[in-house]
């Protein structure tokens, strides 16, 4: 079965820094392109940011921009999010989702596989 | 980033069709077919509906149908029953390598 699990989720000070983790099991991670996407409290669903199969391409949300960086060890078949200078307004549950495309470089921009998130709280 | 624009609700009762919009600019949902709908229950993940525009998943079932005119986008489920009320986001393409969400629907069986 394929699944996605995050981890790394916790309460952190406002100006702090976080590395989220989601661990794939039951694919091919090393073929699939693959994106963080958040939630905030009552709140809509928001792209964060995606990163090929290689990792050779990366985008980001502009929420995120300078702050947050997106990486992956195919070897471990895991995601990772890097979270710098966090503030309030990223208190959020953050979801890793699996883009379906297989080839490098492409992305499909939508996602069939996501995990059940992982809540990031920035407060003092 | 501004989100796409959708319906703050939209109820029915069992067995009516109901159509969720989506609209956008021509650089998301106009001017590209990469068009998704997701599902997603309180407390949950959101789960693929419909991808391209118009394509649906195996195991979606077929009462789910998309479409697109211009810069907006559609969601129209049909025959609605009590298990598809729950929240419902859009998603689409945006110039220079983004991604935008819908602003989200609530959907209510009455």
């Known amino acids: 079965e394929e699944q996605l699990l995050e981890s790394g989720g916790t309460l952190v000070q406002p100006g702090g820094s976080l590395r989220l983790s989601c661990a794939a099991s039951g694919f091919s991670f090393s073929s699939y392109a693959m994106s963080w996407v958040r939630q905030a409290p009552g709140k809509g669903l928001e792209w964060v940011s995606a990163i090929s199969s290689s990792g050779v391409r990366i985008h980001y949300a502009d929420s995120g921009k300078g702050r947050f960086t997106i990486s992956r060890d195919n070897s471990k078949n895991t995601l990772y999010l890097q979270m710098n200078s966090l503030r309030a307004e990223d208190t959020a549950v953050y979801y890793c989702?699996?883009?379906?495309?297989?080839?490098?470089?492409?992305?499909?921009?939508?996602?069939?596989?996501w995990g059940r998130g992982t809540l990031v709280t920035v407060s003092s | 980033q501004s989100a796409l624009t959708q319906p703050a609700s939209v109820s029915g009762s069992p067995g009516q069709s109901i159509t969720i919009s989506c609209t956008g600019t021509s650089s998301d949902v106009g001017g590209y077919n990469y068009v998704s709908w997701y599902q997603q229950y309180p407390g949950k993940a959101p789960k693929l509906m419909i991808y391209?525009?118009?394509n649906r998943p195996s195991g979606v079932s077929n009462r789910f149908s998309g479409s697109k005119s211009g810069n907006t986008a559609s969601l129209t489920i049909s025959g609605l029953q009590a298990e598809d009320e729950a929240d419902y986001y859009c998603?689409?393409?945006?110039?220079?390598?983004?991604?935008?969400f819908g602003t989200g629907t609530k959907v209510t069986v009455l």
């Open positions: 391209d525009v118009t």
């Open positions: 998603n689409s393409y945006r110039s220079s390598s983004t991604l935008v």
């Open positions: 989702a699996k883009d379906p495309n297989s080839r490098d470089y492409y992305f499909a921009w939508y996602f069939d596989l």
